[in-house]
């Protein structure tokens, strides 16, 4: 977490309004953005106000509290033990794919506490690997037999959105992925080594970064602290939720919203070119709870 304090949107909303210059991340509509898919998909955010602090600290127990909260949710019962047992068994080898972008990497402590629930089925520590870059020589995730998938959402200039289904671009060569604003990056999820394999997505919300210019600069100035997770089985559908939610941010945050820029046309193909999951909002079945000031989707 940046060292620099990360203002809430009542700061922004008292101290200041801003134009943007350059490059920016077109999001249009979201239906013009995410073409329409044939299944329906369930989709969990859970929020709380209290999770983080006015500088970013993690209070982990909270945060523990949501990610129980948000699986239960997901999987209708009120058993987290029994929910983490029907998504991994002890013989499984598990590689937990988490993201470590230094301005805005994956809680450590949410890395932790999926490495310890895995641990509660019975996986032994030995056969759980973290990682973000490397995973291609990791014989953790080399031998994977599930996958968690763990990452912070925000923009990107190159693919529009760094949301979950990007996040397994490591698992090939990332300069073959990112022609035509990243189109195919559902393509990746195909491969032998990911095939099947995703368990569970979380895109982390709790200070998404919703406005940068260049895929590696981080712009503390477009950072939200919104106290959040989207979670599912379904990596398209949390990124379509992911592109809907940085677009109310940038309308509420902007007095003329930018136009233009780089087109999250990767999360509409990702269904409708590689079958991937659900793009389309209308069927995806978002469950909200928890803290909901400010939910804006």
């Not at 709790?206 to 939200?224: E, V």
Request: proline content about 6%.
């Amino acid at each position: 977490m940046s060292e620099e304090r990360i203002r809430t949107r009542r700061d922004f909303v008292k101290e200041t309004s801003f134009g943007v210059a350059g490059m920016t991340l077109g999001l249009s509509a979201a239906r013009d953005i995410l073409p329409g898919s044939r299944r329906n998909s369930k989709v969990v955010l859970v929020r709380h106000k209290d999770v983080l602090d006015e500088e970013g600290a993690i209070d982990r127990p909270i945060l523990e509290q949501m990610l129980d909260d948000a699986v239960t949710t997901l999987f209708g019962n009120d058993d987290p033990a029994a929910c983490w047992n029907s998504l991994l068994k002890p013989t499984d080898v598990l590689g937990i794919k988490t993201n470590v972008y230094p301005p805005l990497p994956t809680l450590p402590e949410l890395n932790e506490m999926l490495k310890q629930r895995a641990m509660a089925v019975g996986i032994p520590e030995e056969k759980i690997s973290t990682r973000d870059r490397g995973v291609l020589q990791d014989p953790i995730f080399q031998n994977a037999t599930a996958l968690i998938n763990a990452r912070p959402l925000r923009a990107h200039d190159w693919s529009g959105i760094g949301g979950c289904i990007k996040n397994f671009i490591l698992f090939d060569r990332p300069a073959d992925w990112h022609d035509d604003s990243c189109a195919d990056l559902g393509a990746i999820w195909n491969l032998p080594v990911c095939k099947g394999k995703c368990r569970l997505n979380i895109l982390v919300a709790m200070t998404p970064l919703f406005h940068s210019i260049g895929p590696h600069r981080y712009a503390p100035d477009a950072i939200w602290q919104y106290k959040g997770m989207f979670v599912s089985t379904d990596p398209v559908a949390v990124d379509a939720l992911g592109v809907k939610l940085m677009e109310e941010m940038r309308k509420a945050f902007y007095e003329r919203p930018p136009r233009g820029g780089t087109s999250t046309k990767h999360v509409g193909l990702a269904d409708t070119r590689h079958g991937l999951g659900v793009a389309n909002l209308d069927e995806i079945e978002l469950i909200k709870i928890g803290w909901m000031e400010d939910v804006l989707i």
